[in-house]
């Protein structure tokens, strides 16, 4: 969404606009991951204006195994196909609502 679709537009909207649109989109969302819907609330919508969307299509790759953790992923539509190492095999999907990288990101500090 923000990388692909209207990336430039909006990088050029003032950072208060840009923090409400985020603290918007995402709220929902972080609310159902296990981890951060126990917060206070004042924490989730601290979290919430941090988050920046990305779109990602068909065949494209987001990380790869192996892959140092660097982002906080939430499937908020569609799905993640998970393959196996050599990118034969389908081992598992993540669905809409669903959420990775959580766990590389914590372990190394970002």
Known sequence: YQRRVHGEIFNELPSSLTSSISLYDNLASLKKVNFIGIGSLSFI???ARYLKP?????????????????????????????????????????????????????????
Not at 54 to 81: H, L, M, P, T
Not at 95 to 107: Q, T
């Open 54 to 110: 990305s779109v990602y299509f068909d065949q494209e790759y987001i990380v790869r195994a192996g892959q140092k953790a660097d982002k906080f992923y939430i499937v908020k539509q569609g799905k993640v196909q998970i393959l196996s190492r050599d990118a034969e095999e389908v081992v598992g999907i993540y669905a809409e609502g669903s959420y990775f990288g959580e766990v590389g990101l914590l372990l190394t500090g970002y």
């Open 45 to 47: 919508l601290a979290l």
